[in-house]
């Protein structure tokens, strides 16, 4: 039996991205998404969420390139002067390693940000985090303290298959091979995550796909994906919304992008794949 969760991440960074975000559940085949708690338009995402209640919503921690929602009193290792968290992955991963952040505050921020989610209404579907920060070991065991206090027991398994890393992708270039190489370098810390993960009792996915694709996903690629998946529960990351002068604004690299997948997640072709292959749409509240 294939089942297949197809993730929109990002709800709540615009307003344009939320409606993206609603409009590839309701007439594509989105079938979750994370809600950002330092998000700016956090507010218009919880009124979204509560208009289509069978959209799986989970928490995307945020740890990097955002203000923090705890005071920054009490994070003061993880933020700057101004609250604001690390810009970067690598800046964060960089603190990590020097060993200048503590655990308790990242626990004390991702802490802050369900609480948030949970305050607006939300009870969380799952976990995963912005930019995957969760495949290293220390945010992982915070994660999972957090995971532990709030009763959540599903989380992004961030690492993914070799056969979708391996194989040629669509419109390739050397942002794909970089993040292809990403992506396998990080497969490092697959073995530590899995026995962190399997001593909580969370479970995950089996497989996951998405960011050897990201700013690239096509209805072709997704279609290749779909006739590649294996037996067992699948996840498909995806960035779906609206292009806007918001989105224009903010500090991501996919903007443009965000709508080309929208419109690849709403492909006919993409639905009949799915259909030819036997392939169950689920969220994580169905995932056992």
């Not at 050897?212 to 960035?239: F, Q, S």
């Amino acid at each position: 039996m294939k089942q297949l969760i197809v993730n929109a991440d990002d709800f709540a960074y615009t307003r344009g991205v939320n409606a993206g975000i609603i409009r590839g559940f309701r007439e594509g085949i989105v079938t979750s998404t994370t809600i950002m708690a330092n998000g700016a338009a956090f507010e218009h995402a919880i009124e979204q969420a509560r208009a289509n209640p069978s959209l799986g919503v989970g928490c995307h921690l945020v740890l990097v390139g955002a203000k923090a929602v705890a005071p920054k009193q009490q994070v003061s290792s993880l933020v700057d002067s101004d609250g604001n968290l690390p810009p970067t992955l690598g800046s964060l991963l960089s603190r990590l390693t020097a060993g200048s952040v503590k655990s308790e505050e990242i626990v004390c921020e991702l802490r802050a940000q369900v609480q948030k989610v949970v305050s607006s209404g939300i009870h969380p579907t799952h976990f995963d985090s912005h930019k995957h920060a969760h495949s290293h070991p220390q945010v992982m065991e915070a994660v999972l303290r957090v995971a532990d206090e709030s009763h959540i027991k599903h989380i992004r398994r961030p690492f993914e298959d070799l056969r979708s890393l391996l194989r040629p992708h669509f419109r390739d270039g050397w942002a794909a091979w970089k993040q292809r190489v990403a992506a396998l370098v990080s497969h490092a810390a697959a073995p530590h995550f899995r026995r962190l993960a399997q001593s909580h009792g969370m479970e995950t996915p089996g497989h996951f796909w998405g960011i050897a694709a990201t700013g690239r996903l096509n209805a072709a690629a997704i279609v290749a994906m779909i006739e590649a998946m294996p037996d067992g529960t699948n996840e498909l990351m995806c960035h779906p919304g609206n292009y806007d002068s918001d989105l224009e604004h903010a500090s991501t690299r996919l903007k443009r992008e965000r709508e080309a997948e929208l419109h690849a997640l709403m492909d006919p072709a993409v639905r009949k794949a799915l259909e030819m292959n036997q392939i169950q749409l689920i969220n994580f509240r169905e995932l056992n």
